[in-house]
């Protein structure tokens, strides 16, 4: 059994998306109204709480503050798990020596969905009931397979959508071919393919982001507080959001492909965060000046690496490739892959503007071709001329 979440436009009315912009402000106070109790806790005492020492004050929380009735017990329990779940991660992170990033407080532009864990939904006629907000128009565009778990609402711009987690049995199919493929991530391609195949990298942010430049200058030209600034908002959004969904689409369909082709995809084991971090500045020890390091290009870097999602790309084969049950995603060191020839074995070096390989051995491909073929022959164990034979 595996989990699988499938999401629906909701059609609320006038009155319910009032009603449910309702609860999200009221699920906003409690989120904060917890985080400050654990803060001040530990402040004043040294120790901290709990989920189980928040959630049994909500009753007292209800008497004193009646509107936290007109929402179902199991959404406010929610909102306290998802403080806990934040100083759950808060602590790993310390742990693992990894930036912190303490819990912070949230807006309430910012906190913008509430879940049903167990009950206070359900789906009937083509409407989704929800308790205390009562039955909500849904287009359902695809069939829900299994048994849903949870349901959250959540809000994106003026939309409104529903989510379902459920628990799904593995549907197992036979890929095309047994063949191991590797896979080298780019800009300028988003991969190619040990064989040879390229996938083009569409740069959907690139194409919107004029839209987006101009939509963003008339936000900060509108008064705060003002309904103009609020539709310049919602403008913003929604450009972003487009361009959110046709790189998941994208995405989706290479995925797919991928896993329907292949028994194993090999990628390289590369962190993105860290490859599109700012760069570094540069201060003349006698001066004290700073020096020109580059910003401007890497700037324009990591927004070509983001705009890629190579993590979303790796995320959704992982993920198909499991509910496939006999495709597997491995990952291999990245090192040098680039440089070393996948003819001969030895080491060229090349800038990151050369794109094209060319060795004394005579080997003469493209540069993330050269790659690819490396990333498949560690895989495979193979020494790279026998990785080149195969």
């Known amino acids: ?111 913008d969905s509430f879940c049903f864990p167990q009950v206070g939904f359900s789906l009937k006629n083509g409407r989704l009931e929800l308790s205390k907000v009562g039955h909500v128009k849904i287009k359902l565009h695809r069939k829900v397979l299994g048994t849903i778990k949870t349901c959250i609402i959540k809000r994106e711009g003026k939309h409104w959508y529903a989510c379902f987690s459920c628990e799904v049995e593995a549907m197992p199919r036979t890929p095309y071919t047994d063949k191991v493929v590797g896979i080298d991530l780019g800009v300028s391609k988003l991969a190619t393919l040990s064989t040879g195949d390229v996938i083009e990298n569409p740069k959907h942010y690139r194409r919107a982001e004029k839209k987006l430049t101009k939509a963003q200058q008339a936000l900060s030209r509108k008064k705060r507080g003002s309904k103009r600034r609020k539709k310049a908002i919602q403008r913003v959004a929604r450009l972003h959001r487009k361009v959110r969904n046709q790189r998941n689409d994208y995405l989706h369909q290479w995925s797919r492909r991928l896993v329907d082709t292949y028994e194993t995809i090999v990628f390289e084991d590369i962190a993105p965060a860290n490859l599109s971090k700012r760069a570094k500045p540069k201060q003349d020890e006698e001066t004290g000046h700073y020096l020109p390091n580059g910003a401007g290009a890497k700037s324009g870097l990591n927004k070509s690496i983001m705009d890629a999602g190579w993590s979303q790309f790796i995320a959704f084969c992982e993920y198909k490739a499991a509910n496939a049950g006999r495709v597997q995603v491995v990952k291999v060191d990245p090192k040098y892959t680039s440089q070393v020839c996948s003819g001969c074995g030895t080491v060229v070096k090349k800038t990151l503007s050369e794109r094209w390989h060319s060795c004394e051995c005579g080997t003469e491909l493209d540069r993330d071709h050269n790659a690819a073929l490396n990333i498949k022959a560690l895989w495979l164990g193979q020494s790279l001329q026998e990785a080149q034979a195969s």
Request: hydrophobic share 30%.
């Open 1 to 111: 059994m595996s989990m699988k979440t499938f999401k629906f436009r909701l059609y609320p009315t006038k009155k319910q998306c009032e009603k449910l912009e309702w609860t999200l402000a009221r699920c906003c106070e409690l989120y904060n109204a917890a985080l400050q109790e654990r803060r001040e806790m530990y402040t004043y005492t040294g120790k901290g709480t709990n989920y189980n020492a928040q959630a049994m004050q909500l009753p007292e929380i209800k008497e004193i503050r009646e509107e936290y009735k007109d929402i179902h017990s199991q959404v406010l329990q929610d909102v306290l798990r998802r403080v806990e779940k934040t100083f759950k991660d808060f602590f790993k992170r310390v742990k693992a020596g990894k930036k912190p990033g303490y819990p912070r407080f949230q807006s309430r532009t910012h906190y």
